[in-house]
């Protein structure tokens, strides 16, 4: 029995084929972390206070800045990050009455006295020191009592993840990978328009569940289809360099914020390239593994050998001996099946324990430098360069160590560097960033391996289906990462840090008890789950069978070697 693996041999495992293939679509990780992480500039909450129709009249007969105002009439308050003027509150009198003078605002009521005065609620909206800028919040005055309304932006779109992972990700193992990434791709460049035209933030987040719900999906399906392209050795470099490139578009969106300071553009920004992404149509074929996991040998012969002349490689009469071995799953394949046996739940419960680990750490760091103060862009950008490494260890130690060990010690260091710097005080302010950086390493690490050792670990007819299933818990992770990181920080401003730290120290050490899966080949089905030395065995079968070929076959295998 010949395997699709045996068929990579003569076809190329990784030639011009598979390499323009991956190329292409490592492009489709960069749009996907403006969108995972755009919050940071689309929902930023900026120096804000109590707007007074009062000091508005003084600020513009006095000709004072927004600055010069708050100094004069807004008193200062505790809150969890020490002392600050006061943002939900104003002080409630006439300040035509106070005698206020232009010359010297400052000199006028000290600290001490404005402390003293009656406060009231904000009644009249706020005031920012956003100038020349908007987000989301700006417009739609989401501060104080309804600053939630921030995190429910963010959980939206990990909804729309949940949701979409699980249903896009059944449709690309029943219907085809390349149909179902075309199909979402068009969803979400239509839901990607809609968000930028929300007129109110009722719709805003209706929009943003519908954009969410094609955006994770299509960028499993685009993982799935490359990772079964290429042969068993080159799954790791193909893993990594998708991951990579993520990374690439963390380093791009500080710059385009900074240029498109208007949330509702910058959306637009973000959804123009999946709207290109159509293109593919004419560029990218269908996964031969999937073909044939669904019986469809002719097809997949047909796309074999259209990949083995664009590699310049010459097909053996092998390939007509390709047969299924899971042609009696065709359409047995279901949400049950990862639960089916013990090694089955195992993988199940553990990845997505790290998936959601992975999901609440790491967007929590990165939601963290929305309120910390300083530059947010070069907070950003900075952070955005301390992952780039990381797809550089991943490559360095996964061949010569294995998976399971370094994706274990990358949670373990990013939850003891989230420990160390929730107690080192501000006034080590490079020590604490530096120890920040390595948590930031540590679990860009963590989630771009869980990616791939997630691929790995299931076998064919259910791979994408588990990926898309355990990846819900990094959406669920989503879904709570906000509300931790920014209720808990009002409390106390490293309490999430804690938090996040105890979670990445348990996914590590549950990480120890998955397999080593370095150099196994894919698996195909789910015995070969349950007993992985039977499929060793019939590699080995099938290569003494190649042994054994008439001589010409042996000769076009020389020439596809030259």
Request: charged content about 15%.
């Amino acid at each position: 029995m010949t395997t699709f693996e045996d068929i990579l041999e003569e076809a190329g495992k990784f030639g011009r084929c598979q390499m323009r293939i991956v190329s292409i679509f490592c492009l489709v990780s960069i749009p996907f972390s403006f969108v995972y992480v755009g919050i940071v500039f689309q929902g930023f909450t900026p120096e804000h206070w109590c707007r007074d129709p009062g000091v508005i009249e003084i600020r513009e007969r006095c000709g004072w800045s927004l600055q010069d105002a708050r100094r004069a009439t807004v008193p200062l308050m505790n809150s969890s990050t020490g002392v600050t003027y006061s943002q939900c509150q104003k002080l409630d009198m006439d300040w035509n009455a106070t005698g206020l003078t232009c010359d010297n605002p400052e000199s006028e009521l000290t600290q001490a006295q404005l402390s003293t005065l009656p406060m009231t609620g904000c009644t009249d909206s706020w005031e920012y020191d956003y100038e020349g800028r908007q987000s989301f919040v700006t417009e739609f005055d989401l501060v104080c009592a309804d600053a939630w309304y921030v995190d429910m932006f963010q959980a939206a779109l990990s909804v729309g993840f949940l949701v979409g992972s699980i249903a896009i990700g059944y449709l690309a193992d029943k219907y085809g990978r390349m149909k179902s990434f075309l199909m979402t791709n068009f969803f979400i460049g239509v839901t990607g328009i809609l968000v930028a035209t929300s007129p109110n933030y009722i719709a805003l987040l209706v929009f943003r569940v519908l954009f969410g719900f094609g955006v994770k999906g299509g960028w499993m399906v685009g993982y799935v289809l490359i990772t079964e392209l290429v042969g068993v050795e080159y799954r790791r470099m193909v893993g990594v360099t998708y991951q990579l490139f993520f990374s690439l578009g963390i380093l791009i969106l500080p710059l385009l914020a900074y240029f498109i300071p208007n949330w509702r553009w910058l959306q637009v920004v973000f959804t123009i390239p999946y709207i290109c992404f159509l293109t593919y149509y004419w560029f990218i074929p269908e996964s031969p593994r999937w073909l044939l996991s669904q019986n469809k040998r002719n097809e997949a012969m047909e796309i074999t050998k259209a990949i083995a002349k664009e590699n310049k490689k010459t097909l053996s009469k092998i390939i007509e001996t390709l047969t299924d071995k899971n042609t009696d799953s065709i359409s047995t394949a279901s949400f049950m099946d990862l639960f089916k046996t013990s090694k089955l739940r195992k993988f199940t419960f553990i990845l997505s324990f790290n998936w959601f680990t992975s999901a609440v750490v790491y967007q929590g760091l990165i939601m963290r430098l929305g309120i910390l103060g300083g530059n947010v862009y070069v907070d950003f950008l900075i952070s955005g360069i301390v992952e780039l490494p990381a797809a550089f260890l991943i490559l360095l130690t996964i061949e010569r160590i294995g998976r399971r060990l370094p994706f274990a010690a990358a949670n373990i260091v990013a939850g003891a560097a989230c420990l160390i710097t929730a107690f080192i005080p501000d006034s080590m302010f490079w020590l604490k960033s530096a120890v920040a950086c390595v948590g930031r390493l540590g679990i860009t690490m963590a989630f771009e391996m869980v990616v791939f050792v997630n691929t790995e670990l299931y076998p064919t007819v259910i791979r994408n289906l588990g990926v898309s299933v355990c990846s819900t818990l990094c959406d669920i992770g989503g879904i709570v990462a906000p509300f931790l990181l920014y209720r808990l920080a009002v409390i106390w401003l490293e309490l999430p840090l804690i938090i996040f730290g105890a979670l990445a120290f348990v996914a590590g050490g549950l990480v120890l008890l998955l397999p080593e899966t370095k150099g196994v080949p894919l698996p195909e089905t789910i015995d070969d789950i349950e007993c992985p030395n039977r499929n060793r065995e019939n590699q080995l079968k099938s290569q003494q069978l190649e042994n054994l070929l008439p001589s010409d076959v042996t000769s076009n295998k020389e020439v596809t070697a030259v």
